[in-house]
């Protein structure tokens, strides 16, 4: 089984610093970075306005947590994002390739 993670940072050099560890480490198959993200949010009593990149994570279901735990130590922000999904379905062989290539 699989699991995509959502995490967003700052910029692409911290993303790509974070995604590179975690794909040497096996905790990730992949982490796709997206830029252009746009985050209005909510913090410390002030509305931000923040450009971001999302980055798009394609993970081992049996390492979630070990990976989570991971994600969170590396990541630049006090509080990440870190959201989890399980897919229903997936290509039978991109399936496989994440397990192999991230602890599955």
Not at 60 to 82: C, Q, S, T
């Amino acid at each position: 089984m699989i699991r995509i993670v959502l995490s967003t940072f700052a910029d692409g050099d911290s993303a790509a610093r974070v995604v590179r560890q975690l794909v040497s480490e096996k905790l990730a198959a992949c982490g796709t970075i997206i830029p252009g993200a746009r985050s209005i949010y909510s913090w410390k009593g002030a509305v931000e306005d923040s450009a971001e990149v999302l980055v798009i994570f394609k993970i081992a279901a049996a390492n979630e947590e070990k990976f989570i735990g991971r994600l969170g130590e590396l990541h630049p922000y006090d509080v990440p994002e870190i959201v989890l999904f399980a897919p229903e379905k997936w290509n039978e062989a991109y399936g496989q390739w994440v397990q192999e290539n991230s602890g599955g």
